[in-house]
């Protein structure tokens, strides 16, 4: 015969054997916790919701549309009296955290999704990096309109071009 095959004595079936399975599901479980901790890490518990009057609860802010080379969302630009305004955040500046939690490599809509993922007058606590320095702000969340020329787009602001 071409090859042989025999089964291991004491195995009446082919297969695997309870332990075996056990370990093998086991190691799966570990491995995709190490390969993906974004699948099973901490997400915002509320959705984020435009409000009917066409406002929203948030800081204030245009966040950039990318991420930036070490994989941080950065500040587009502060509405002009708006919460973020208040506090000093600046265009160009990158979000470390949001709350504590390590924001890099996550996309822009999450990062805006931690940030607004609160009531009216919470705060949302920012680990900002301007120049190479690194410092928390605590930003008030209020209710927003987006100022002229500001528009909604998948329900969050973005630039409207002008004619």
Do not use: K
């Not at 075996?20 to 190490?34: C, D, K, P």
């Not at 950039?64 to 941080?72: A, E, I, L, R």
């Not at 927003?144 to 528009?151: L, M, R, S």
């Amino acid at each position: 015969m071409g090859g042989s095959w025999r089964r291991m004595a004491g195995r009446s079936r082919s297969g695997l054997t309870l332990v075996e399975l056990l370990v093998a599901i086991a190691f799966l479980g570990v491995t995709g916790a190490l390969l993906m901790p974004r699948l099973v890490g901490e997400r915002p518990q509320s959705a984020v919701v435009a409000e009917p009057d066409g406002g929203y609860i948030g800081i204030g802010a245009l966040l950039g549309h990318h991420v930036s080379d070490d994989g941080y969302v950065s500040i587009h630009q502060p509405f002009p009296g708006a919460p973020a305004e208040a506090v000093g955040l600046q265009p160009g500046d990158l979000i470390l955290r949001v709350d504590g939690i390590d924001v890099q490599n996550e996309d822009v809509d999450m990062v805006r999704q931690r940030i607004m993922a609160g009531p009216i007058d919470s705060q949302v606590l920012l680990t900002i990096r301007r120049d190479n320095q690194s410092f928390d702000l605590a930003v008030t969340r209020q209710r927003i309109y987006p100022p002229e020329p500001f528009g909604w787009f998948g329900g969050c602001p973005v630039i409207v071009d002008q004619p």
